[in-house]
Structures are given as structure tokens and as C-alpha cells.
């Protein structure tokens, strides 16, 4: 028997001109974005990995290439990892609890509750205050002597506490400060993650008899797991790169410095107050590889926990 090899054929199809239309108005839409995303983030990730094998000449005249100097200086630097721990711990204490507390106010005010649109707005006010003003505010709050704190405190009986200088302290009251400041804004996501849920679901559970927090456990949450997972993301990487609570509260002369000092902060005195931005440099480039690799490890297991519809 004769054998035979049929060859597929290939059409080449030119696009039309509305296909070429639309592929150049896309681009022309998303380009804003990625200039952006090139200008302020890419380009700088770069030079800052270039910079960070300099040290400043004398006087900050030129830069002198030192190689990996500044992180072997980095890696025996105690500082950095108190800085490493401080980061780690805020952002272990204020995540978790920030998207639990954002959740049960999206779950509330999802629901049948008179006067809705004034609890989000309240609850969104942090987000556009601006946070050296809310710095101020809760500074004021955790004065030792006549803030409003320690004011209720003594009135109940109880002894002063001093929330900024006590090093045992001073992290829990700034990262207080950051899961306020963040409720509002997770809220909203997760709350226009909440709408977006068919009512159908909730309809034919209240059929077969489900209470409201197995409707929560079984419907709410795994339909709800790709914003939640979202929330999670971006509140990881902001904590981690937390700075403008600890720069306003808390001083290099405060006792609890080493106790709160993060390494966004640690690069800020080390770049612009001791100019020395090769090593300053160097701490960020450390912080970009952790919130790396956290983020790749977020992603890997997403994958058994988050349902996408």
C-alpha cells in the first residue's frame, strides 16, 4: 500500500483593519499604565541594584564601586535584623487581624443595615486622611502624660502605659495604628467582591436550611477567596514596606528604636540622614527579595485554597 503524508496547510489571514484598529487602541489604552509602571517602579528597581555596589565618595562627590561590600556589611549589621524583625512582626500582627476585621464589616455591611452608606463612609474616611496628619492624631492619643489613653486608663483605675517609649509596647501601638488605617480600604474590596456574588446561592441555601454561618463558610468565603486573596497580597507588601507611622512616632533617641525601627526606615537614616546610599541601596534590595519570595510562595498556594468562578 502507497502511503501518503498529507501536509497541513497554512492560511496566513492579514488582520482587517477594525482588528488592527482595536489592537492599536488597546495599546494605546494600557500604555499609561506601563510607562508608569516602567518609570516609576522597573527602571528604579535597577538603578537602585546598580547603586547598591557603590558607596558615596568623599564630601557625596561620585560614587566608588566597593562590589558586594555593603552586603557583607549588611548581613553583620544587627541593626538590619532588628529592622528584619520589626518588619516581619508588623506585618504578622496587623494582616491577619486587618483582613479578619475588614471581612466581618464588609460581611455587616452587605447585609440589611439602615444607614449603610454612612458606616462605609466612615469607615473609608482613614484612607484619605493623610497619614502624617492621622500620625499626629494617634501621637496625641498615646501622649504619656495627658493623652486620651492613658486619661481613660487612670479613670478606671488603672496605670499609665507608655505606648511610644515602653519597647515591649511601642510595635503593638504602631501596628494599631496600621490596621485602622487600613480597614476602610480593604473593606471596599471585599465588600465589591461580596455584591458581586449571585443572590441565587444564598436563596437556595435558606431552602435546604442552612444557618448564616454555614451559608458564610460554604458559600461566602470560597466565593469571595480571589479578592480575599487580593487584600492579601497588597497588605503584605504594604506592611512590609511600612514607614511613615514608625518616622513620625518613634525617633533614633527613643528607647524602643530598635524595638520598631523597620528596614524602610533603616534605608531612610542610612541614605539621607547618614548619606550613605550604597548601603541604603543594599537594605532595600534585601526587602525587594523578601516580599519575593513571600509573594511567589503566596502564589504556589493559592492554588488550593482560592476559587476562581
Not at 15 to 37: R, S
Amino acid at each position: 500500500m502507497v502511503k501518503f503524508k498529507i501536509k497541513p496547510i497554512k492560511l496566513k489571514m492579514k488582520p482587517t483593519k477594525p482588528q488592527i484598529n482595536e489592537c492599536l487602541w488597546g495599546w494605546f489604552l494600557v500604555a499609561p499604565t506601563i510607562i508608569g509602571l516602567l518609570v516609576l517602579n522597573i527602571i528604579p528597581i535597577f538603578q537602585n541594584l546598580y547603586l547598591s555596589f557603590f558607596k558615596n565618595g568623599a564630601f557625596g562627590r561620585g560614587n566608588i564601586f566597593i562590589g558586594l561590600d555593603n552586603y557583607k556589611t549588611m548581613l553583620s549589621d544587627v541593626q538590619v535584623w532588628y529592622a528584619l524583625v520589626n518588619t516581619l512582626k508588623y506585618t504578622i500582627i496587623v494582616v491577619p487581624l486587618t483582613i479578619v476585621l475588614s471581612m466581618v464589616v464588609a460581611v455587616l455591611l452587605n447585609g440589611k443595615l439602615r444607614g449603610k452608606s454612612l458606616y462605609r463612609t466612615i469607615y473609608f474616611i482613614p484612607m484619605m486622611a493623610a497619614p502624617a496628619a492621622v500620625t499626629m492624631v494617634w501621637k496625641w492619643l498615646y501622649n504619656n502624660q495627658f493623652g486620651l489613653l492613658n486619661v481613660f486608663l487612670k479613670k478606671i483605675g488603672l496605670g499609665r502605659i507608655d505606648w511610644i517609649s515602653d519597647p515591649k509596647v511601642a510595635i503593638y501601638s504602631i501596628a494599631i495604628i496600621g490596621i485602622w488605617s487600613a480597614i476602610g480600604y480593604n473593606m471596599v474590596l471585599l465588600l465589591a467582591g461580596l455584591q458581586e456574588i449571585p443572590k441565587d446561592y444564598y436563596e437556595a441555601a435558606n431552602i435546604d436550611g442552612a444557618n448564616i454561618f454555614a451559608q458564610f463558610f460554604n458559600i461566602t468565603l470560597p466565593l469571595i477567596s480571589p479578592t480575599l486573596f487580593f487584600v492579601m497580597v497588597t497588605s503584605i507588601i504594604q506592611s512590609m514596606q511600612v514607614f511613615d507611622v514608625i518616622y513620625m512616632m518613634i525617633d533614633v533617641t527613643n528607647p524602643a528604636y530598635n524595638k520598631t525601627v523597620s528596614l524602610v526606615y533603616l534605608f531612610y537614616n542610612n541614605s539621607f540622614k547618614y548619606s550613605n546610599k550604597g548601603y541604603g541601596a543594599a537594605i532595600v534590595m534585601l526587602l525587594l527579595v523578601i516580599i519575593m519570595i513571600i509573594t511567589v510562595i503566596q502564589m504556589k498556594v493559592q492554588k488550593k485554597w482560592v476559587n476562581y468562578m
